[in-house]
């Protein structure tokens, strides 16, 4: 994290539109290698979805890849290998911002709760994060949610506990946003439909939505990108240029204004594709085989092929 973040500023020269391909990769190069805040960490290789047991292999592998451009990664579940992921990053001197997943089955809710208190009881998590994007799917009611939300801050009180959602749910779910002692939102413009030409605006006011509901509160980005292939939502379209814009964007916006952000997402993962389209499996700043896909020796994918580009 040697490069400092006013030469990117100033290479940036302010306008994306002037660079070519090779001046977004060298500049997302300098970008990457200044440090980012936080990274959401993939875990699953080919193959693997949620259900299937991770392995310390390949969580250790992947956090040694992460390890020299993030501070803070952040993990989305504590049952099936995935509570190896902060204990594996704070060997690595990673900070965590650890999620117990919740959803439909009150047996699976309990486990993660157990899991995520036990870590951090452990000296595991540096934040808790009680649940992601429940009341988005509509998996729990806002009572239930509430109830292990204080249970998990009744048993770890000095350890920082926020729940996961879209930027808005935290205005429209004032009993939520209490609770909280810090607003963890998911800001993404591209889901919202918004043209790349507007995508840091949008999210600069999906940001200033969720302080507003905070009412002082911390508020952290804990999820933000653009994918790279696929069918495009209205006016957002999917395109290796638009990625790695919009990364260059985010971070340096992050870093002017201090803001806790953490990218979405490290490497590639096939299985989203049956959640989210054919979008779903391209949201990596590395790949599925994890390769770098926005650096100067970095394949250009298209969709279609591959165009290789030199270092200039």
Known sequence: MSIR???????????????????????????????MHGLCFSPYEEGQQPGDQITEAQIRRRMAIIKPYTKWVRSFSCTEGNEL?????????????????????????????????KLAQDGYVDIAAVGNEVMYRGDLNEDELLKYMQQVKEVIPNIPMGYVDAYYEFSHRPKITETCDIVLANCYPYWEGCSFEYSLIYMKNM??????????????????????????????????????????????????????????????????????????????????????????????????????????
Do not use: C
Not at 210 to 234: C, D, M, R, S, Y
């Open 5 to 35: 973040t006013d030469r990117i500023l100033a290479l940036s020269g302010g306008n994306l539109n002037d660079k070519t391909i090779n001046g977004l990769q060298n500049l997302f190069s300098r970008m990457l290698n200044s440090g």
């Open 207 to 312: 940001y200033q939505q969720a302080q507003k509901a905070a009412n002082g509160k911390k508020v952290i980005i804990t999820e933000t990108g653009w994918p790279n292939i696929g069918e495009g939502l209205h006016g957002a379209k999917p395109s290796y240029e638009n990625a790695i814009k919009y990364f260059i964007n985010a971070q340096q916006w992050a870093k002017e204004e201090s803001i806790e952000l953490f990218y979405f997402s490290s490497f590639d993962e096939s299985w989203k594709v049956g959640a989210e389209g054919d979008v779903g499996a391209y949201w990596g700043i590395w790949d599925k085989d994890e390769k770098l896909k926005f650096a100067s020796e970095s394949p250009v994918k298209t969709g279609k092929r591959k165009l290789f580009f030199s270092k200039s």
């Open 85 to 117: 992921i902060p204990v594996i990053a704070k060997e690595y001197g990673i900070k965590t911002l650890v999620g117990a997943w919740l959803g439909k089955d009150k047996e699976v809710n309990k486990k993660e709760i157990e899991g995520l208190v």
